[in-house]
């Protein structure tokens, strides 16, 4: 059956009739009439979906500093039952970006739809398939964040994204043309004259409707959106690391360096992480749990982690060294003390030289020690060197010279009647 055979027919039947361009065009009008629409707006559910896409023509801004034309992405959701729509600019359709913009929409509605449908962007799904598309990560986590679950729009099917293309469509008319003679100079101010025509845009009546979408969205939708969780959705993503020698994983631009159990060494792990939080996963379990630091080279553990003799070295300080002296006498106590007190130089640098002092505590005899440190306090050498010579030569040359002094002292002429002072000779 052809076109031009029904128009044949029908010129038989009235010959006076249509034209068969006209009679082309008048057939096309009634098979799209009696063809049953997918897109009539009674046959969405109130907060049912969630339509997703990007527009085609991209807005831009002047960079202040540099002078250059930066274009921006214009992203696009719209809840189909009302209508209501969120339009916001942001700088690429990658998936950071493209995350950041769902999430926005879904707090700028005040909860989540049941289903979220994307277009078939890049940044939404991985593996592009009829009947079973794979979605991003990234699109699957913020999804189960919100209790909702992500769909694609149906490849080469245009009635499936109708609303938010016409949604994207009349942003053109509402809120492009209205900027195009303006100038912007950052992504900030170019988002708050969108913020500001977009709603004016929710807030107009509905050609053939008394009522705006703002207004339905309110009394018919807002309702029936899931709430909100307590916290906001943050993305994830995903490393894998082997655990260093010394049982830390390296991660972010940044190289900070987070523990990991020690009997993990050597082994592959999973890392999680968001701008907060790092978790560590092996074999499917969580071993570790750590608070996302930013400090370049820096290191954040778990005392339990580290290795026995590594759990002690985290545990050093200068009153660490100096309590552990304390128990040996106040003099030992006192030496540390003068030990940690230079300024000049680290603390850790110390660090060998209080063992050794301590050491020589465990070691020596409680006298010769303790004569050794108040020998090293008279003598202002308060280190472990001269400490350990007075321990080793068990403080003779000391002893040799004091009783030298006390030789001298003693031979020394003694005072008696026959020996004139200085008044005799006056």
């Avoid at 039947?13 to 063809?35: C, E, M």
């Avoid at 559910?45 to 990007?54: R, S, T, V």
């Avoid at 189960?144 to 053109?172: F, M, N, W």
């Avoid at 207004?215 to 490393?239: D, N, S």
Wanted: charged share 25%; aromatic share 10%; with cysteine.
């Amino acid at each position: 059956m052809t076109t031009l055979l029904l128009w044949e027919e029908y010129r038989k039947d009235v010959p006076d009739g249509y034209g068969l361009t006209q009679f082309r065009f008048h057939l096309k009008q009634n098979t799209v009439a009696i063809k049953p629409s997918t897109v009539l707006k009674m046959l969405h559910q109130p907060a049912g979906k969630m339509y997703i896409d990007f527009a085609g023509d991209r807005l831009s801004y002047v960079d202040m500093e540099t002078g250059e034309v930066v274009p921006v992405e214009t992203f696009a959701a719209v809840l189909p039952c009302s209508g209501y729509t969120f339009i916001t600019c942001i700088p690429s359709q990658g998936i950071e970006h493209f995350l950041g913009a769902v999430d926005a929409a879904i707090r700028f509605f005040g909860g989540a739809p049941r289903i979220l449908v994307p277009d078939n962007l890049r940044s939404a799904v991985k593996t592009f398939d009829r009947w079973s598309p794979g979605l991003t990560d990234g699109l699957n986590d913020l999804a189960t964040h919100y209790g909702c679950c992500a769909q694609p729009a149906r490849i080469r099917r245009p009635k499936d994204k109708a609303l938010v293309e016409d949604a994207v469509h009349k942003s053109y008319k509402r809120i492009y043309a209205p900027l195009r003679n303006r100038l912007f100079h950052s992504l900030q101010e170019l988002n708050a004259a969108v913020e500001e025509l977009l709603e004016k845009y929710n807030s107009r009546r509905m050609q053939g409707c008394d009522y705006s979408r703002v207004e339905r969205f309110l009394a018919v939708e807002k309702p029936e959106l899931l709430p909100l969780p307590g916290e906001r959705y943050q993305m994830k993503r995903h490393a894998l690391l082997t655990v260093a020698p010394n049982c830390f994983v390296q991660l972010g631009r940044e190289r900070h360096h987070y523990s990991v159990p020690s009997r993990l060494i050597g082994n592959k792990v999973e890392v999680i992480f968001t701008d907060t939080q790092v978790r560590i996963y092996h074999d499917g379990s969580c071993i570790a749990t750590h608070m996302r630091s930013f400090k370049q080279g820096g290191y954040t553990w778990v005392k339990e982690h580290l290795p026995s003799q590594t759990q002690a070295y985290y545990e050093y300080s200068p009153q660490y060294f100096i309590d552990k002296g304390s128990k040996y006498g106040p003099m030992a106590e006192h030496v540390l003390r003068e030990l940690f007190s230079a300024t000049d130089r680290p603390a850790e640098v110390y660090y060998r030289s209080a063992q050794g002092i301590l050491a020589l505590a465990r070691e020596t005899e409680p006298e010769l020690f303790l004569l050794a440190c108040k020998i090293s306090v008279q003598c202002g050498k308060c280190n472990y060197p001269f400490i350990s010579n007075l321990v080793k030569s068990k403080c003779q040359g000391y002893l040799m010279l004091q009783e030298k002094d006390e030789e001298n002292q003693a031979s020394a002429l003694p005072l008696h009647e026959n020996i004139r002072g200085a008044q005799a000779y006056k």
